[in-house]
C-alpha cells in the first residue's frame, strides 16, 4: 500500500486498513529513509545548504515518530515488536552532520520506545544492516543481485556487502525470540543477531560486516571516532 511516512493522513489510513483487515500487528519495521538527494555528503556542516537539512531530518527521524505514534496502538500487549532500521551499531562519526544525527536518532528512538513499552509486551529495537546491497546500491555499481560480485572492482568492501533478506531474517529470528523482551532498548547488528540465532543470506553465506570492519583502516577509524565520542562523557571531570 504506498505510503508517504511524513505525512499524517497517509499514515492513518495504511492504520485504518490494517486495523479493518486484520484488527492488530504483530511487528513494525521501519526503515523510511528518503534522504539521498538530500544528503550533502563532503559538504563540511558549515557550509550546508540549511533548505535540505529540516526535510532530511522529517523524512529520516520525523517519519519514524509518525508511524510509530500511529501504529503502536495496535501493537500494544499482545507480544509485538518494533524494528527501527539504522546506519552502525556504535557511536562513531558517519561522515555528515546530518546523516549522522538522523541515523543515531533513529537509535535513540528505539530505546525511549522501549522505556515507554516494557510493562506493554511490546519490544522495541535498532537494527543496522552491514553494507547493504539495496536497489539502489545495485543500481549506483551497476549490477544486479545476480552479479553483485562484479560490484567489488569498484569498491573492495563490496564483496561483503548483505542482501535485505539478511535484515529480514534478522528481524524474523527476534520476533520469534520468546525472550524478544529482554533485548528491548537494544542496538544490533545483521551479523551479531546471526551469531545468536543462526540464520543465513539468501545466498546461505553469513555475511559479517564488523569483523571486516576491525580487519580495515576504515573500520579503525570509526572506532577511534566511538571512542572519542565515550570518553567525552566518561573521562575525568
Known amino acids: 500500500m504506498r505510503c508517504d511516512h511524513t505525512r499524517v493522513a ?19 519495521v521501519d526503515s523510511v529513509w528518503g534522504g539521498d538527494e538530500l544528503a550533502q555528503w563532503g559538504t563540511p556542516f558549515w557550509e550546508l545548504d540549511l533548505a535540505r537539512v529540516a526535510p532530511m531530518i522529517e523524512r529520516a527521524v520525523t517519519s519514524h515518530v509518525v508511524t510509530a505514534r500511529l501504529t503502536t496502538p495496535l501493537l500494544l500487549d499482545r507480544d509485538a515488536l518494533i524494528v527501527q ?11 555528515n552532520l546530518v546523516y549522522d544525527l538522523v541515523k543515531i536518532a533513529v537509535a ?45 572492482a569498484q569498491d573492495p568492501h563490496f564483496a561483503f556487502s548483505e542482501s535485505p533478506a539478511y535484515l529480514g531474517r534478522a528481524v524474523a529470528a527476534l520476533a520469534a525470540d520468546p525472550d ?13 543477531l546471526q551469531e545468536r540465532y543462526g540464520f543465513t543470506d539468501a545466498d546461505g553465506s553469513t555475511p559479517h560486516w564488523g569483523r571486516h570492519m576491525a580487519d580495515s583502516d576504515f573500520g579503525r577509524d ?16
Not at 524478544?180 to 551479531?192: F, I, K, N, P
Not at 570509526?222 to 571531570?237: C, L, Q, Y
Open 108 to 152: 535513540r528512538l528505539a530505546f525511549a520506545m522501549a522505556e515507554e513499552l516494557h510493562d506493554r509486551r511490546v519490544a522495541a529495537v535498532a537494527i543496522t544492516p552491514g553494507f547493504l546491497r539495496s536497489e539502489a546500491m545495485l543500481d549506483h555499481f551497476g549490477v544486479t543481485e545476480a552479479t553483485w560480485r562484479d560490484g567489488a
Open 85 to 95: 532500521v539504522t546506519d552502525g551499531d556504535a557511536l562513531y562519526y558517519r561522515g
Open 10 to 28: 497517509d499514515v492513518e489510513a495504511l492504520v485504518a486498513r490494517i486495523r479493518a483487515d486484520h484488527g492488530h500487528l504483530d511487528v513494525v
Open 180 to 192: 524478544v523482551m529482554g533485548r528491548s532498548g537494544g542496538l544490533y547488528a545483521t551479523w551479531t
Open 222 to 237: 570509526h572506532a577511534a571516532s566511538a571512542r572519542r565520542f565515550v570518553d567525552g562523557f566518561t573521562g575525568p571531570r
